[in-house]
């Protein structure tokens, strides 16, 4: 992820699977901070779907926190 400040602006949404390739669902909006936190405290099956997006990238929550 480019964006390396904790005070960046982030959304934290969760790609759900489905027939038709899922639906993303606004979890947070806001503190890069804040968005690691709320997702650390989401269920591990709820983890694998969770994407963040800064102003200029996407990444895996999993790619973020798993070496």
Sequence with gaps: MRTTDNAATVRLY???DGP????????????????????????????????????NDVIAWRDLIDP
């Design 14 to 16: 969760h790609l759900a």
């Design 20 to 55: 038709d390739g899922g639906a993303a669902e606004t979890l947070f909006y806001g503190p890069v901070a804040e968005a690691m936190a709320l997702a650390a405290q989401q269920d591990e099956a709820v983890q694998d779907g969770l994407w963040l997006a800064t102003s």
